[in-house]
């Protein structure tokens, strides 16, 4: 009778592909990402231009996320997490996931976005993913989308774009759905833009 083989031990095979930037302050931003199997604590570099060297924020972190601070007010940073256990560590993701610290100026609320727009791009299986994109805002350091009147994610500036999926219209249980966006900085966030739509067979 056949037995089973234990699966051997080994190092995190993949970093965390899911990261985000959450929240900001003058001075600090806050990071979150996805567990990854077989990790038992992450590394984090930041970097303060795009083709800048990395710098270790953090090693060894538990949690699924960090709060970086003592940064500069009004500033752009780029963060990349590996997943590690007691037997090595996964690559760093190529893929930076960008914040932008508030002003420490007297600051006003940003303006609307302007050119929304929302594509769906056909996958091999359900659902279809919504991609929705907009104009960058001046003073905006972070952005609200919401569907269907209701908030759905916030996106961190510099991004102007986000992917989403609509199961009820992939499945046909609904005809399609509308998007807003908003601007917003430590002062608050701007009315909504305008609503753009995405049916079903569109």
């Known amino acids: 009778m056949p037995t089973l083989e234990a699966t051997p031990e080994r190092a995190p ?3 965390p592909s899911t990261l985000f930037v959450v929240d900001r302050s003058e001075s600090s931003l806050s990071v979150v990402w996805e567990s990854i199997n077989r990790a038992t604590h992450y590394d984090v570099q930041r970097r303060d231009s795009e083709d800048g060297e990395y710098a270790i924020v953090a090693t060894k972190v538990a949690a699924l996320g960090l709060v970086d601070e003592g940064l500069q007010p009004d500033s752009l ?3 990349v997490v590996r997943a590690c256990n007691h037997f090595g560590c996964s690559e760093f993701h190529d893929n930076p996931v960008a914040g932008l610290t508030e002003s420490d100026a007297d600051v006003g609320a940003p303006v609307a976005p302007k ?3 929302v594509v769906k791009r056909i996958v091999r299986v359900l659902p279809d993913h919504d991609v929705v994109t907009w104009t960058a805002v ?3 350091t972070y952005y609200n989308v919401y569907r269907a ?3 759905l994610t916030k996106v961190s500036a510099p991004l102007t774009r986000s992917l989403h999926t609509d199961l009820g219209r992939s499945l046909g249980l609904s005809s399609g759905t509308s998007y807003q966006v ?3 900085n430590k002062a608050g966030c701007s009315p909504r833009s305008q609503k753009v739509f995405q049916w079903r067979n569109s």
Do not use: F, N
């Open 182 to 184: 908003s601007a917003c």
């Open 13 to 15: 095979g993949i970093p």
């Open 138 to 140: 001046e003073g905006a």
């Open 149 to 151: 009147g209701d908030l």
């Open 115 to 117: 050119d929304v727009k």
């Open 77 to 79: 940073y780029y963060y």
